[in-house]
């Protein structure tokens, strides 16, 4: 198993020396192919693993890479990093299959594809790094060719908004690397697993506290939390389909992966102090999500930023999860990361496809009636803005349904009485959420082809294969995860319950 | 028994999907959306007689486990969810039977009988859950399905409006529902119901009044209860055998269910039960003045929806007995309003139009019709003898009896229940009259209205029987009540039973209200047949028509202040909170040239050099610390 931990990464990395050996041409299918390989080198993963103790590290490898770093090159795999590992070589493939005929098209699709396939290395790189400087080192690989892609391939204001987007996480990344040797220098090792079996022995509250504040500024700024989240919307709007996909779809949750594995796992009594902070940042987010959302929803906004937004609230919900520290609100908040991976790639694709067809993708620009003029497009709007809305049966429920039974009950010590007014704001977000998403419906699917004033809304194309190959899966997986949560959970909860100390 | 109440479910379920996925076909989605259902409800059947009034039921599977908070994938049989279980089945078949031919000249017909089929899939998941969640899930897809169904003609703005509202306002009760479930699962340690039942019986319920209160929340946003009400009416923009199925038979009464299912939370907390008569006796009274005034027939019968599930709720606030009773309103009720609407619908589409104004002397063109409907409304208004009336007689009864901790709530729902009586003798026998009496409107485009095609009467003919005769098992001396069992999912034995005959002094007075109602009515309407009895209300009227202008409040209260708040975030998000980065920026600018020019010119040296730097720093951190 260790040694397909290595091809995950390995089979990307070669073919990103392919694409340089192949005509521009093919750079986007080669892309596409090295997508699937990896995606289906994860699968194997899956009968692989030892389901009987999926909150053991599997697959474990430890090299030491740099001695005078103590750098390892460690990694494994448990039931926390699978479900995020296998989302994150699924949306990879699906971006770059749908990346063939779009951008990697044209002659700069040799450097579009080499940047994704880099991207997936930073991606796969930071779910199984058990080495703090590892990890960091994956991070970091990831800002690159996102700075990249926004920058070249993006839209609008791209240049500010690549900008922006690059120093803001690297700003939020340096306060990391300082909490990681903070974390070293009190601990003397930089390896995971055995600071996860420590489990904040050996360092006392006050210094946990300080390396939780450092690391979590870094996490919090690639989540993202309310009020650092404002880097979002800008490089969302600006991004190419694919690059929004993968940043909302995978970037976002490397910040709730942190939060989980190196907050509450290494740094429990630091997670405590700031746990009811963290809550509190995060519910205002739901709610002020929500809102701008709405505000996008009027004349003038834009389906992206509005997506976007709609990230911040759903993130918030991930963060108050993680914030009760109890077994149950980081399933939610680990199977909520993976439901918005799902749904917003799918969402962030609805959009990409409209901005193929109509070059636009302003609400009030695009037009109404969609289910007349391209039905499937329609349903496809529809099902994504149900599951985003968190209707039970689809997978948006079960993460909001969890993180609120964590802050019902939250962990020993923590403010009851504060959890549950952060509940009642939180249940004010879930009425505006589906508020918007409900009007985005009415505007786009909604109402009659042709005005009362004889203009009319020309059809659309419908779905075309290849959105159909690259968009169903998620569909189909929206509707598995809603339908029967323990393909998530089964793996999550016990691992959950070994990273918070309990007996293993 | 498990096995059929799982069998009753996942059929509909499996047309809906197969519906969806034929796509066009006609007779293949005809076969696939009526099929299933009949199926289904041979199940029900099978679950009815086969449980008999045993105790409650259970059958589970682990669905997902998190933390010590199992879901738990399964159904739990009780005589209360047997009962509802059929009632949902024989509407939704009779609805699917009526869809085949009133639907026909529906261009998205396949897409409706789907969406039919797939709510009452998650209609008899609420019925027959054995987990407060996977219930949760069943309501919240009943309320999507409503959504899409109201939203059945989204060319017209009112069928838009009205499906938001309808979705927007349950969802108001349903977060504090989903807060209520949540926090009585974590008190009793598992969503089972049993569990949390057994939980309550044996220790007691900490925060009953609060977790009671969440609840209740929810079960008035869904059976549409004063001030979550306003969504019922607008959802009439849906087709009418939509308005039959969900908005008056079965979805509107899960409300109803889950208090009664959930029944031993509310017992726990009495200011709550008379916080809930307070709701009933003024949804009641005030829906059924709003129905007076109503010229649009669709309207008429929501609003006398929105009343009678008001005495349903009256019901169950005056303790055990009425509970019993309310669920008997509730079953009798399902029937006749599915009758009612589904004969409204004959009647609109051959007159053409939902208005009263457009209709008239229909009694010798539509026989048929004519007779469903005096049935429906005979059953809605309380003639003795039909369904109705023995059911609101049992309610009104379990009030007069009312003692102790229910005094206070027995003497609300009494007097207002008395009130509402006479109110909706006067606003059916107004409807009564007006569609079928009286002289043919001249304005009429069509002079040779024939009665409906059969598909459409078969379903009014099954439904006529249970709306004339379902009422006389309360005579059945307290069979009735051993087969809804106890609050607690427990046997009832024979003996044990509570009698729900009608008797005694409510009788009386109740039979004199409807006289009055509806003689007063009739005499206003003899006077002058062309003109409206509504006109007895004066200036009031008008209020009463726009029912007291609570849309109004609701736009001023709720929706103006949340467009408001949005426009500010929105501008906050770019020109405060935004703001500090760029003056962050700005800053930097002004550091200096060399600052300056890596920042505006080669931002890619300027990474490089950050990264490295980073790096470095890390480097010679780590140099020190071994």
């Given at each position: 198993m260790a040694a397909l931990l290595v091809l995950l990464l390995i089979v990307p990395a070669a073919g990103l020396v392919t694409l340089y050996a192949v005509p521009s041409a093919l750079a986007g299918r080669v892309g596409a192919a090295v997508g699937a390989a990896v995606f289906v080198l994860s699968l194997v993963l899956l009968p692989l693993f030892d389901y009987g103790h999926p909150g053991r590290m599997q697959g474990e490898l430890d090299l030491r890479w740099v001695p005078a770093f103590d750098l390892h090159f460690h990694l494994g795999i448990d039931g926390i990093s699978l479900p995020l590992l296998l989302l994150t070589t699924l949306l990879t493939a699906l971006s770059l299959a749908y990346a063939v005929r779009t951008t990697?098209?044209?002659?700069?699709?040799?450097?579009?594809?080499?940047?994704?396939?880099?991207?997936?290395?930073?991606?796969?790189?930071?779910?199984?790094?058990?080495?703090?400087?590892?990890?960091?080192?994956?991070?970091?690989?990831?800002?690159?060719?996102?700075?990249?892609?926004?920058?070249?391939?993006?839209?609008?204001?791209?240049?500010?908004?690549?900008?922006?987007?690059?120093?803001?996480?690297?700003?939020?990344?340096?306060?990391?690397?300082?909490?990681?040797?903070?974390?070293?220098?009190?601990?003397?090792?930089?390896?995971?697993?055995?600071?996860?079996?420590?489990?904040?022995?050996?360092?006392?509250?006050?210094?946990?506290?300080?390396?939780?504040?450092?690391?979590?500024?870094?996490?919090?700024?690639?989540?993202?939390?309310?009020?650092?989240?404002?880097?979002?919307?800008?490089?969302?709007?600006?991004?190419?389909?694919?690059?929004?996909?993968?940043?909302?779809?995978?970037?976002?949750?490397?910040?709730?992966?942190?939060?989980?594995?190196?907050?509450?796992?290494?740094?429990?009594?630091?997670?405590?102090?700031?746990?009811?902070?963290?809550?509190?940042?995060?519910?205002?987010?739901?709610?002020?999500?929500?809102?701008a959302c709405m505000a996008q929803a009027r004349r003038g906004g834009d389906l992206k930023r509005l997506i976007a937004y709609s990230s911040v609230g759903h993130m918030g919900f991930t963060l108050l999860g993680i914030a009760t520290l109890t077994q149950v609100g980081l399933d939610g908040a680990l199977f909520a990361s993976v439901a918005h991976g799902l749904i917003t790639g799918l969402l962030f694709f609805i959009a990409g496809g409209f901005k193929e067809r109509l070059g636009t993708t302003d609400l009030y620009t695009i037009g109404r009636g969609l289910y007349e003029r391209a039905r499937r497009y329609g349903v496809l709007v529809v099902f994504a803005a149900m599951a985003s809305l968190g209707?039970?049966?689809?997978?948006?429920?079960?993460?909001?349904?969890?993180?609120?039974?964590?802050?019902?009950?939250?962990?020993?010590?923590?403010?009851?009485?504060?959890?549950?007014?952060?509940?009642?704001?939180?249940?004010?977000?879930?009425?505006?959420?589906?508020?918007?998403?409900?009007?985005?419906?009415?505007?786009?699917?909604?109402?009659?082809?042709?005005?009362?004033?004889?203009?009319?809304?020309?059809?659309?194309?419908?779905?075309?294969?290849?959105?159909?190959?690259?968009?169903?899966?998620l569909a189909g997986l929206t509707l598995v995860a809603g339908l029967w949560p323990a393909v998530i959970l089964a793996l999550a909860d016990p691992a959950v319950h070994r990273l918070l100390g309990g007996p293993r | 028994v498990n096995l059929f109440a799982a069998l009753a479910i996942a059929l509909p379920a499996a047309g809906s999907a197969i519906a969806f996925a034929g796509g066009r076909d006609l007779r293949h989605v005809r076969f696939w959306s009526v099929a299933p259902i009949a199926a289904a409800l041979f199940a029900t059947l099978v679950v009815q007689v086969a449980h008999g009034t045993g105790g409650a039921s259970t059958s589970v599977t682990e669905l997902a486990p998190a933390g010590g908070f199992?879901?738990?994938?399964?159904?739990?049989?009780?005589?209360?969810?047997?009962?509802?279980?059929?009632?949902?089945?024989?509407?939704?078949?009779?609805?699917?039977?009526?869809?085949?031919?009133?639907?026909?000249?529906?261009?998205?017909?396949?897409?409706?009988?789907?969406?039919?089929?797939?709510?009452?899939?998650?209609?008899?998941?609420?019925?027959?859950?054995?987990?407060?969640?996977?219930?949760?899930?069943?309501?919240?897809?009943?309320?999507?399905?409503?959504?899409?169904?109201?939203?059945?003609?989204?060319?017209?703005?009112?069928?838009?409006?009205?499906?938001?509202?309808?979705?927007?306002?349950?969802?108001?009760?349903?977060?504090?529902?989903?807060?209520?479930?949540?926090?009585?699962?974590?008190?009793?340690?598992?969503?089972?119901?049993?569990?949390?039942?057994?939980?309550?019986?044996?220790?007691?319920l900490p925060y009953a009044p609060l977790i009671a209160v969440l609840l209740l929340c929810g079960a008035i946003g869904k059976s549409a209860q004063f001030p979550l009400h306003t969504w019922l009416p607008d959802a009439m923009a849906g087709p009418t055998p939509i308005s039959a199925l969900i908005h008056a038979a079965t979805m509107v009464a899960a409300g109803v269910y889950v208090v009664a299912l959930l029944y031993?939370?509310?017992?726990?907390?009495?200011?709550?039960?008379?916080?809930?008569?307070?709701?009933?006796?003024?949804?009641?009274?005030?829906?059924?003045?709003?129905?007076?005034?109503?010229?649009?027939?669709?309207?008429?019968?929501?609003?006398?929806?929105?009343?009678?599930?008001?005495?349903?709720?009256?019901?169950?606030?005056?303790?055990?007995?009425?509970?019993?009773?309310?669920?008997?309103?509730?079953?009798?009720?399902?029937?006749?309003?599915?009758?009612?609407?589904?004969?409204?619908?004959?009647?609109?589409?051959?007159?053409?139009?939902?208005?009263?104004?457009?209709?008239?002397?229909?009694?010798?063109?539509?026989?048929?019709t004519f007779r469903a409907m005096t049935v429906g409304l005979c059953a809605l208004v309380g003639v003795p003898l039909f369904s109705g009336w023995f059911s609101k007689e049992a309610v009104l009864g379990a009030a007069w009896n009312a003692q102790g901790q229910f005094a206070a709530a027995g003497g609300i729902v009494l007097v207002s229940g008395l009130l509402t009586v006479g109110l909706t003798a006067a606003y059916a026998t107004r409807l009564w009259l007006k569609m079928f009496w009286g002289p043919f409107p001249e304005a009429s485009p069509d002079d040779h209205r024939v009665e409906a095609p059969q598909t459409e009467l078969v379903p009014l003919l099954v439904l006529s029987v249970p709306a004339a005769l379902f009422g006389f098992v309360a005579l059945g001396g307290g069979a009735f009540s051993s087969w809804i069992g106890g609050a607690f999912g427990q046997a009832v034995p024979l003996g044990a039973r509570t009698d729900i005959a009608p008797a005694g002094a409510t009788t009386l007075i109740a039979l004199l209200m409807t006289a009055l109602g509806a003689g007063g009515v009739w005499l206003v309407w003899r006077r002058n047949p062309a003109a409206d009895p509504a006109a007895v209300l004066g200036p009031w009227r008008e209020t009463a028509l726009y029912a007291f202008y609570l849309d109004d409040v609701q736009d001023l209260v709720v929706v103006q202040p949340a467009k408001a708040l949005a426009r500010l975030v929105g501008f906050l998000d770019?020109?405060?909170?935004?703001?500090?980065?760029?003056?962050?920026?700005?800053?930097?600018?002004?550091?200096?040239?060399?600052?300056?020019r890596l920042q505006t010119g080669n931002v890619q040296l300027y990474l490089t050099a950050m990264f490295t730097g980073v790096i470095v720093i890390a480097a010679v951190f780590a140099g020190r610390v071994r």
């Amino acid at each position: 198993m260790a040694a397909l931990l290595v091809l995950l990464l390995i089979v990307p990395a070669a073919g990103l020396v392919t694409l340089y050996a192949v005509p521009s041409a093919l750079a986007g299918r080669v892309g596409a192919a090295v997508g699937a390989a990896v995606f289906v080198l994860s699968l194997v993963l899956l009968p692989l693993f030892d389901y009987g103790h999926p909150g053991r590290m599997q697959g474990e490898l430890d090299l030491r890479w740099v001695p005078a770093f103590d750098l390892h090159f460690h990694l494994g795999i448990d039931g926390i990093s699978l479900p995020l590992l296998l989302l994150t070589t699924l949306l990879t493939a699906l971006s770059l299959a749908y990346a063939v005929r779009t951008t990697a098209r044209d002659e700069s699709g040799r450097s579009f594809t080499a940047l994704l396939l880099l991207l997936e290395i930073g991606m796969v790189g930071t779910f199984v790094a058990l080495d703090l400087l590892l990890f960091f080192l994956f991070f970091e690989i990831v800002l690159l060719p996102m700075y990249g892609l926004i920058h070249r391939w993006g839209a609008g204001e791209r240049r500010r908004a690549a900008n922006k987007f690059i120093l803001y996480t690297l700003l939020g990344s340096a306060l990391m690397l300082l909490g990681f040797l903070f974390i070293h220098a009190k601990t003397g090792t930089f390896d995971m697993v055995e600071l996860g079996r420590l489990h904040g022995a050996g360092m006392t509250a006050s210094a946990q506290g300080a390396a939780f504040l450092l690391v979590g500024l870094g996490f919090a700024v690639k989540t993202p939390m309310w009020p650092l989240h404002t880097w979002l919307p800008d490089a969302h709007t600006s991004a190419p389909t694919v690059g929004s996909v993968l940043l909302a779809g995978v970037l976002l949750k490397m910040g709730t992966y942190g939060f989980i594995r190196i907050g509450a796992g290494i740094l429990p009594q630091g997670a405590h102090r700031y746990a009811f902070t963290l809550a509190a940042f995060g519910t205002v987010g739901i709610v002020y999500g929500a809102l701008a959302c709405m505000a996008q929803a009027r004349r003038g906004g834009d389906l992206k930023r509005l997506i976007a937004y709609s990230s911040v609230g759903h993130m918030g919900f991930t963060l108050l999860g993680i914030a009760t520290l109890t077994q149950v609100g980081l399933d939610g908040a680990l199977f909520a990361s993976v439901a918005h991976g799902l749904i917003t790639g799918l969402l962030f694709f609805i959009a990409g496809g409209f901005k193929e067809r109509l070059g636009t993708t302003d609400l009030y620009t695009i037009g109404r009636g969609l289910y007349e003029r391209a039905r499937r497009y329609g349903v496809l709007v529809v099902f994504a803005a149900m599951a985003s809305l968190g209707l039970p049966g689809l997978a948006g429920f079960w993460g909001e349904l969890y993180a609120l039974i964590g802050a019902d009950r939250p962990a020993a010590g923590l403010s009851t009485l504060g959890f549950h007014a952060l509940m009642a704001v939180a249940g004010l977000g879930m009425i505006i959420t589906a508020t918007y998403l409900l009007l985005v419906v009415r505007r786009l699917c909604m109402g009659a082809v042709a005005g009362p004033s004889g203009d009319r809304y020309d059809p659309l194309p419908d779905l075309t294969r290849r959105e159909l190959v690259s968009w169903t899966p998620l569909a189909g997986l929206t509707l598995v995860a809603g339908l029967w949560p323990a393909v998530i959970l089964a793996l999550a909860d016990p691992a959950v319950h070994r990273l918070l100390g309990g007996p293993r | 028994v498990n096995l059929f109440a799982a069998l009753a479910i996942a059929l509909p379920a499996a047309g809906s999907a197969i519906a969806f996925a034929g796509g066009r076909d006609l007779r293949h989605v005809r076969f696939w959306s009526v099929a299933p259902i009949a199926a289904a409800l041979f199940a029900t059947l099978v679950v009815q007689v086969a449980h008999g009034t045993g105790g409650a039921s259970t059958s589970v599977t682990e669905l997902a486990p998190a933390g010590g908070f199992t879901v738990w994938l399964g159904t739990r049989v009780t005589g209360l969810s047997a009962l509802v279980g059929v009632l949902v089945a024989v509407v939704a078949l009779c609805v699917q039977v009526f869809s085949l031919s009133y639907m026909k000249h529906e261009r998205r017909y396949p897409t409706y009988a789907a969406l039919i089929s797939l709510f009452t899939a998650a209609m008899l998941l609420v019925v027959y859950s054995a987990d407060l969640i996977v219930l949760l899930v069943g309501w919240e897809i009943m309320g999507a399905c409503s959504y899409f169904l109201i939203g059945h003609f989204w060319e017209r703005p009112d069928a838009r409006s009205g499906s938001i509202k309808a979705f927007l306002v349950t969802k108001t009760g349903d977060v504090p529902f989903l807060f209520g479930i949540v926090a009585l699962g974590v008190q009793a340690g598992s969503f089972r119901i049993d569990d949390v039942l057994r939980h309550v019986a044996a220790d007691g319920l900490p925060y009953a009044p609060l977790i009671a209160v969440l609840l209740l929340c929810g079960a008035i946003g869904k059976s549409a209860q004063f001030p979550l009400h306003t969504w019922l009416p607008d959802a009439m923009a849906g087709p009418t055998p939509i308005s039959a199925l969900i908005h008056a038979a079965t979805m509107v009464a899960a409300g109803v269910y889950v208090v009664a299912l959930l029944y031993p939370v509310f017992l726990a907390a009495p200011g709550v039960m008379t916080l809930m008569a307070v709701i009933a006796a003024i949804t009641m009274t005030g829906s059924a003045l709003a129905a007076f005034a109503q010229t649009d027939i669709k309207k008429v019968l929501a609003y006398s929806t929105v009343s009678q599930l008001a005495y349903m709720l009256g019901g169950l606030a005056v303790g055990p007995a009425g509970r019993t009773a309310a669920v008997f309103h509730l079953l009798a009720h399902g029937a006749f309003k599915a009758l009612l609407f589904l004969a409204a619908g004959v009647a609109i589409h051959r007159a053409g139009s939902n208005e009263l104004s457009a209709m008239g002397g229909l009694r010798h063109r539509m026989p048929i019709t004519f007779r469903a409907m005096t049935v429906g409304l005979c059953a809605l208004v309380g003639v003795p003898l039909f369904s109705g009336w023995f059911s609101k007689e049992a309610v009104l009864g379990a009030a007069w009896n009312a003692q102790g901790q229910f005094a206070a709530a027995g003497g609300i729902v009494l007097v207002s229940g008395l009130l509402t009586v006479g109110l909706t003798a006067a606003y059916a026998t107004r409807l009564w009259l007006k569609m079928f009496w009286g002289p043919f409107p001249e304005a009429s485009p069509d002079d040779h209205r024939v009665e409906a095609p059969q598909t459409e009467l078969v379903p009014l003919l099954v439904l006529s029987v249970p709306a004339a005769l379902f009422g006389f098992v309360a005579l059945g001396g307290g069979a009735f009540s051993s087969w809804i069992g106890g609050a607690f999912g427990q046997a009832v034995p024979l003996g044990a039973r509570t009698d729900i005959a009608p008797a005694g002094a409510t009788t009386l007075i109740a039979l004199l209200m409807t006289a009055l109602g509806a003689g007063g009515v009739w005499l206003v309407w003899r006077r002058n047949p062309a003109a409206d009895p509504a006109a007895v209300l004066g200036p009031w009227r008008e209020t009463a028509l726009y029912a007291f202008y609570l849309d109004d409040v609701q736009d001023l209260v709720v929706v103006q202040p949340a467009k408001a708040l949005a426009r500010l975030v929105g501008f906050l998000d770019t020109e405060v909170v935004d703001a500090y980065v760029r003056g962050a920026g700005v800053g930097a600018r002004g550091l200096g040239g060399l600052l300056r020019r890596l920042q505006t010119g080669n931002v890619q040296l300027y990474l490089t050099a950050m990264f490295t730097g980073v790096i470095v720093i890390a480097a010679v951190f780590a140099g020190r610390v071994r």
